[in-house]
């Protein structure tokens, strides 16, 4: 079987961002289907998804400067575990704040931030990682 080559921007030991990504999927499958189990969720939602993101935040930013390839992929599930509850957690928060006659106009908003998000953190990120460390690893 003939042996691939590194290309420059990954080593053989570097994880591939599709596996990545499959690990991300997976991790959010079973959180999410865990956090079903919860009953009080929605009731302190609100400092799980706080707290939550906290974390996450920690964990990604620690995983940008670790030149430890090899656990990448354990943390890339935890941070899965975390973020799991965040959509449908916030969408049960802000639904029992409002009359159901919004919730269509609710739902809207919610959606837009999350595609604007999604839409406009890609680009930002590279930008910023553009000139730093794990871009050029």
Not at 8 to 23: D, G, H
Not at 35 to 61: K, R
Not at 87 to 100: D, L, M, N, R, S
């Amino acid at each position: 079987m003939p042996r691939r080559a590194a290309t420059p921007n990954r080593t053989p030991s570097t994880p591939r961002p599709s596996a990545l990504i499959s690990v991300y999927a997976v991790a959010l499958i079973v959180g999410r289907l865990a956090a079903s189990q919860v009953p009080a969720l929605t009731e302190y939602g609100n400092w799980y998804v706080g707290g939550a993101s906290l974390v996450t935040a920690l964990l990604i930013a620690w995983m940008t400067r670790t030149r430890h390839a090899a656990v990448h992929g354990r943390w890339v599930f935890v941070v899965g575990l975390l973020t799991a509850p965040f959509f449908p957690t916030i969408v049960g928060i802000t639904f029992a704040k409002y009359q159901p006659e919004v919730y269509g106009s609710v739902f809207g908003i919610i959606f837009a931030g999350a595609l604007l998000g999604g839409a406009t953190v890609p680009r930002r990120s590279g930008t910023w990682h553009a000139d730093r460390a794990f871009r050029r690893a």
